[in-house]
Structures are given as C-alpha cells and as structure tokens.
C-alpha cells in the first residue's frame, strides 16, 4: 500500500515537474530571455508565457471536453452519474479555458497569480470534495469503550494487540498505545524472523495473533489485547471488560519492557535462538544473547531490579544489578538504537534475536536506550552547517559595508 502511495505522489510530482519544464521551454522558445522566463514578466508587469501557451491551454480544455464527449455514452452505461460527469468536466475544462483568456490577454501578475491559485483551489474542492470530505475528529477517534478501560497511569511503558482482525495494527497509534504488530512497507528482518514464534504471518498486509497462549507475547510487554466476543479466557489472563462485540483481557503474566532474565544463553547466531525461543515457556528465565566471538554456553544472569521511565522515544532505566548482567529490552533492533550507562555509550547485542540486549555491571546505574540513527544525526549536522553557512553569506556583505569606514574623497 505504501509503495503505490508513494508510486501516485512521485507521478503527480513528475507531471507538475515536466508541465513546469515544458511552459518555460515555450516561453525560451519565443524568444523571452531567461531572466524574464524565471521572473514569470515582463519590464512592463505583463505575463511573459507566450500567446503559443495560451494556445495549448485552449486546445487541451477542446481535447478533454471532446474525451468527455466521447466517453459520455460509457460512463452512463456503467452507472456514473451525469451530473458527476459533468461536473468533472466542467471542473476540468473551466480553469484552462480562464488561463489561456488570461494569457492572450496578457494580464499582469498580480491579477493572473492569484486568479489561477484560486482555480486549481476550487478545481480540487470540486472534484476530490465529495471522495474526501471533512469529517468531525470524533468520527475517526471514537470514543470506544474498550479502548477506555485501558489504564494510562501507569509510568511503565506497555503495548496493547487485538487477536485476529479486531483492533487492525495501527489503529492503536490513533488512541496514543503501542502494538507490537506491523503494517509498514518494511519490516525489520529479524523481528519477521521471530513471527512464527507468536503470531501468524501474512505474505502482505500485517501479522494476525492467533491467540494468545505464545508466551512470547508476555515478552513483547502486552499487557492488554482486545479478542472477539465468543473467545474465552486462557491461562494467564484475565477478563477486564466486556464490549458489545468483543472484551478486554490483561496479562498477568506481562514482563516489562525491559527486565534482568534469570539466565542466558550465549548464541554465535539467529538461527538457534529462534528454534529454542519457539519451545521457551518462560522468557522471564531465559534469555539469548548473540555474540558470535563466543561459544555457546549458558550463565547465571544477575540478578538485579529496574525501575523504568519512557525518555522520548526511548527508555530511561535505573537499575540495581546486585551482580553483573545483561538488561534486555523487547525494542527491535533497528540499527540505531544506542545505549548508555551513566552517560558512557556502551555497546548493544542482539537479544531474543531481534531486541536489544545491554550488559550492565554490578552496581547502580542508569540506562538509556535512545533511537537515534546516524544517518539522522550526520544529516541533521550537514544541515545546520549549511544553514549556518547561508546565514552568514547574507549578513556577512551587509556587515562588512556596516563596519567599513568611509574613505576620504580628493578634490
């Protein structure tokens, strides 16, 4: 859906683009001069576009009216409406009609700018008004009872999901909740690697929880998963609400977003780690960590106890590790995720495959996960540099005239 999104934009942008590089083709090709071309006048204030543009407006408004025409017979066999086809065409050849007029007539700018900004307004309101109409908020946002129920006091961090169809992915975004589900163009790789071990994928659209036994899905920090009405309570959940047509159930068994699991299990690769996390009951006891320089082996992890905050679009953790340990955090890890302990950057690994894992000393620490790219970072640093640098280019020859003393003038 994305892609031919973006599909649509990129050919409407290209068109304006190439009707843009066409009008001052014509306009250079009747002899205006380039500066005259990018001012859009004249000396005298007139419009600069060629009578030959007016010409070619003409005949495009003839070409589509004749295209409506001809189509008119069709259109009313399939079932359009012949007033929606004549307004259509009447919001299309209309405004052509009025630029080559305007044209011909060489009106000055101040007049034709505004008078042809304000037909492709009305042409838009015409044709797209009734597709897309403006709507109350509410109707997009209702006010869902089940969505209610959900708590919001609470300072953790916690995701919500919907079991089969009910509560789509994303919709949850609307209501200011995180789901763990996706439904982007891209998917981060191991993340799709781990579906099969809680959900079920879909070769398009979004991965659909089946049900909610996965213990992974404890993991993934659900605490709340909205299920159709005929589902009955399973072990490890429990009934909050019930809806018209579907309840609500939390997970007493929820692990936080990020936690200190009692053991680990060191993995050269992914491949292992999915296979055990598919048969793994309890991701509160196990967890793996990839760290391909080792061999693999499992340990005693921690123990230790955090107290979590959201930071932005990351976490702030402040942790009391009463042995050295691994804090892992069922954020995917995308690249871009960095951590810190006490302000000192630290390295992450692959946990659970497709989270971030951070190893922290005994002690007491705080922990920060922050989701800041590099390539976001080097861009935003070219970016200030060259606005610093226009910014100095404009004031600089205005300053340099301010400060300069004024030479003496010989008789």
């Known amino acids: 859906m994305a892609l031919n999104e973006r599909l649509a934009f990129a050919a409407s942008c290209s068109l304006s683009i190439l009707a843009g590089l066409a009008i001052d083709a014509l306009a250079g090709s009747a002899g205006v001069s380039p500066a005259r071309v990018a001012r859009h006048s004249t000396a005298d204030g007139t419009s600069a576009l060629p009578g030959r543009v007016a010409i070619i407006a003409a005949l495009i408004a003839l070409a589509l009216g004749l295209g409506t025409y001809a189509a008119w017979a069709h259109e009313i066999k399939v079932g359009v409406d012949p007033n929606v086809i004549r307004t259509v065409a009447f919001a299309e050849v209309l405004p052509l009609i009025v630029v080559a007029i305007l044209l011909f007539a060489r009106t000055p700018l101040r007049i034709a700018l505004p008078a042809i900004l304000i037909l492709i ?27 209610r129920a959900i708590p919001r006091d609470s300072k953790e961090p916690f995701r919500v999901a919907g079991e089969h169809f009910v509560l789509i992915p994303d919709s949850a975004a609307i209501y200011q909740l995180e789901d763990p589900r996706g439904y982007e163009a891209m998917t981060f790789a191991r993340l799709a690697d781990t579906y099969p071990v809680w959900s079920i994928p879909q070769p398009v659209s979004f991965n659909a929880i089946g049900d909610l036994q996965p213990p992974f899905l404890s993991f993934l920090n659900i605490k709340y998963a909205i299920v ?13 609400m019930k809806d018209r047509s579907a309840k609500l159930f939390e997970n007493t068994r929820v692990l936080p977003r990020a936690f200190v699991p009692q053991h680990i299990r060191y993995e050269r690769s992914g491949g292992p780690v999915v296979k055990a996390m598919t048969a793994a009951k309890d991701f509160s006891d196990m967890a793996w960590i990839e760290v391909p320089e080792m061999q693999p082996h499992e340990i005693a992890n921690g123990p230790g106890t955090l107290t979590l905050h959201k930071d932005g679009f990351g976490l702030s953790i402040d942790a009391v590790m009463s ?43 705080n922990v920060k996960l922050q989701y800041l790219p590099e390539s976001f970072t080097r861009g935003r640093n070219i970016s200030f540099t060259t606005l610093g640098a226009l910014i100095v280019a404009a004031i600089f020859p205005s300053a340099r005239r301010r400060f300069q003393k004024p030479r003496a003038v010989g008789v």
Do not use: C
């Open 228 to 240: 159709p009405m005929p589902v009955k309570v399973t072990e490890g959940w429990r009934e909050v």
């Open 121 to 147: 307004l009305v042409q838009r309101i015409v044709t797209d008004g009734s597709i897309y109409p403006s709507l109350p908020q509410h109707d997009f946002y209702p006010k869902i009872p089940l969505i």
């Open 323 to 365: 042995g050295d340990g691994w804090v892992v955090a069922s954020q995917s890890a995308w690249t871009g995720w960095r951590a810190y302990i006490d302000g000192r950057r630290v390295q992450t690994r692959y946990a659970n495959h497709a989270f971030v894992g951070v190893f922290v000393p005994k002690g007491r620490h």
